[in-house]
T-cell receptor, first 114, second 114 residues
Framework: GESVGLHLPTLSVQEGDNSIINCAYSNSASDYFIWYKQESGKGPQFIIDIRSNMDKRQGQRVTVLLNKTVKHLSLQIAATQPGDSAVYFCAENWSSGGYQKVTFGTGTKLQVIP | KAGVTQTPRYLIKTRGQQVTLSCSPISGHRSVSWYQQTPGQGLQFLFEYFSETQRNKGNFPGRFSGRQFSNSRSEMNVSTLELGDSALYLC?????????????FGNGTRLTVT
């Protein structure tokens, strides 16, 4: 079937190594950021989020770093496993007219080499 | 708790026909958003509904429409289908509109227009 990852930048990582996926966002008013993981045949799944009053947040094997000065977001995955192979999207959120608006990045395909 | 459910999973239609896709959000979630995903354009926002009212709309032609029912279930309709409408259509729910919270996606409906 058609793959969502067909025209995406690809990051290839050896199993056990750390992965870093980067994302540049565009709206300086964005105050909430989320990383999603999309496996083949499935919808995007929430991984981790961070609010603009923080610059780092850690989860299980994942860390998100936020640099508001240069509008950059990164996702670090420790000890990458084959199950981490997927497309990763960042999303920036901001409030407008009392409602949350969101824009997704283009995505990065992570390939884990066993 | 059951996740977001989208039906059908796959659909094949011919040009000129119309199609209706269905989405059941997570129980208690009142906001439902729809996205179109293609390899070339990524995740494109279609519209968002909250309490049966359309709150946001993306840059899609009027052939794309939607609605939300009192139980928060949502449908989207595409009339006069074109080949370019072939895509994965994703529905996402969240607790409330206007609050920073992650989207919870279904696994999508894969629409193929021939």
């Amino acid at each position: 079937g058609e793959s969502v990852g067909l025209h995406l930048p690809t990051l290839s990582v050896q199993e056990g190594d750390n992965s870093i996926i980067n994302c540049a966002y565009s709206n300086s008013a964005s105050d909430y950021f989320i990383w999603y993981k999309q496996e083949s045949g499935k919808g995007p799944q929430f991984i981790i989020d961070i609010r603009s009053n923080m610059d780092k947040r850690q989860g299980q094997r994942v860390t998100v770093l936020l640099n508001k000065t240069v509008k950059h977001l990164s996702l670090q995955i420790a000890a990458t496993q084959p199950g981490d192979s997927a497309v990763y999207f960042c999303a920036e959120n901001w409030s407008s007219g009392g409602y949350q608006k969101v824009t997704f990045g283009t995505g990065t395909k992570l390939q884990v080499i066993p | 708790k059951a996740g977001v459910t989208q039906t059908p999973r796959y659909l094949i239609k011919t040009r000129g026909q119309q199609v209706t896709l269905s989405c059941s959000p997570i129980s208690g979630h009142r906001s439902v958003s729809w996205y179109q995903q293609t390899p070339g354009q990524g995740l494109q926002f279609l519209f968002e509904y909250f309490s049966e009212t359309q709150r946001n709309k993306g840059n899609f032609p009027g052939r794309f429409s939607g609605r939300q029912f009192s139980n928060s279930r949502s449908e989207m309709n595409v009339s006069t289908l074109e080949l370019g409408d072939s895509a994965l259509y994703l529905c996402a729910s969240s607790l409330n509109a206007g609050e920073n919270s992650p989207l919870h996606f279904g696994n999508g409906t894969r629409l193929t227009v021939t």
